[in-house]
């Protein structure tokens, strides 16, 4: 297993590098930005009240689809797992709060029950994720819309689960308390433990996997089963903090969470997943929008803005890519000084 992982990534350690990280300057620009310049007020009440829940959905969104772009794919069906999520868990308890453990168990069937769909069909057939992910979310949109029906006989959550899902320590939301602890879980998986670092080989490259000798079909499919996990975390979550979920719940995350993937420095050609710079980049992107909404601005400026962030943040990923500023270097002097094929982590 070692012998496959250093076939991979090489069997020297990575030089110690110190490096600007990028995402989280732009953050600590918007948020200056807004609040000086703008005057807009992101850390009263008010603001946090509505930011905190928010960011924390669309990290765990923006986790979720990081995933499948480590593959070097795209899961165009999150939106629809999401609004059938909030379906189910208003028809399933019935408002019953007694009937939430189970309602939340067949969710998780449900959703997990999905990336293993789409999983098989893009690694076993070998069809690009963009359409598959897109027909199979037609699909549950169609299913959604069936089962919920045109009246619902109830139009709320169990108040039990809404008020875990609106609860705050502080004037921080409980969703992005777990938003954080998942990222940090995810963070430390994918940087210790063997698994993570095989699923991460599967990502990298399929043929260069299976030549090490490793199920690399199956390592992939394991990521699309994590991310349809972290999918179903989002989902109840965000059902039980608008209390009636209805058919436009998953709308905000078909693009956005691909743009704060990509603001996090991955690459749409696969790669290793970057926790961190993933929620950093979901982050920059909530509070982006919070601001142009409170200066007035209308949600088309808002996806405009989101546009051109993408754009600018994959000219400068282009341009700086192997910028480092070396401090120190550990271990005996690397043979090879081509810099080009080392990969970043």
């Known amino acids: 297993m070692k012998l496959a992982l250093d076939r991979l990534y090489g069997s020297r350690r990575p030089t110690a590098r110190f490096s600007v990280p990028g995402i989280l300057m732009a953050n600590v620009v918007l948020i200056v930005v807004g609040t000086t310049v703008l005057g807009v007020d992101l850390f009263g009440h008010a603001s946090l009240s509505t930011l905190t829940p928010t960011v924390g959905v669309m990290v765990l969104a923006s986790l979720a689809q990081a995933f499948i772009i480590g593959t070097g794919g795209i ?24 009937r939430m453990p189970q309602s939340l168990l067949m969710t998780l069937v449900v959703c997990l029950a999905v990336g293993l769909v ?37 139009s709320n959550v169990p108040g039990s689960w809404s008020d875990f899902a609106g609860d705050s320590v502080g004037q921080v939301s ?75 719940l998953g709308d905000p995350y ?27 980049g979901a982050v920059f992107l909530v509070v982006l929008d919070h601001v142009l909404r409170t200066r007035g601005y209308s949600s088309g400026v808002s996806m405009a803005f989101q546009g051109v962030v993408l754009c600018v943040g994959l000219a400068l990923m282009m341009t700086s890519k192997g910028f480092r500023l070396p401090i120190f270097r550990s271990g005996p002097p690397a043979m090879n000084t081509d810099t080009s094929s080392t990969v970043s982590s």
């Open 75 to 98: 899961d165009l069906s999150i939106p629809a797992q999401v609004n059938l999520v909030g379906v189910m868990l208003l028809k399933v308890p019935e408002g019953d709060s007694g």
């Open 118 to 154: 789409n999983g098989l069909v893009v690694e076993f057939m070998r069809l690009d994720s963009l359409v598959v992910t897109l027909a199979s979310g037609l699909i549950i949109s169609g299913i959604t819309q069936i089962y919920r029906g045109p009246i619902l006989a109830v």
């Open 174 to 248: 409980v969703i992005l308390l777990l938003a954080l602890v998942v990222t940090a879980l995810v963070a430390a998986w994918l940087r210790f433990h063997t698994t993570a670092r095989l699923v991460a080989a599967g990502s990298v490259s399929r043929a260069a996997a299976e030549m090490s000798g490793l199920n690399a079909t199956r390592l992939r499919l394991t990521a699309w089963l994590v991310s349809s996990g972290i999918v179903w975390l989002a989902a109840i979550l965000l059902a039980g903090r608008v209390r009636t979920p209805d058919m436009t």
């Open 254 to 280: 078909l693009l956005s969470p691909i743009v704060a993937v990509v603001l996090g420095g991955a690459a749409l050609t696969g790669g290793r997943v970057r926790a961190g710079s993933t929620a950093l």
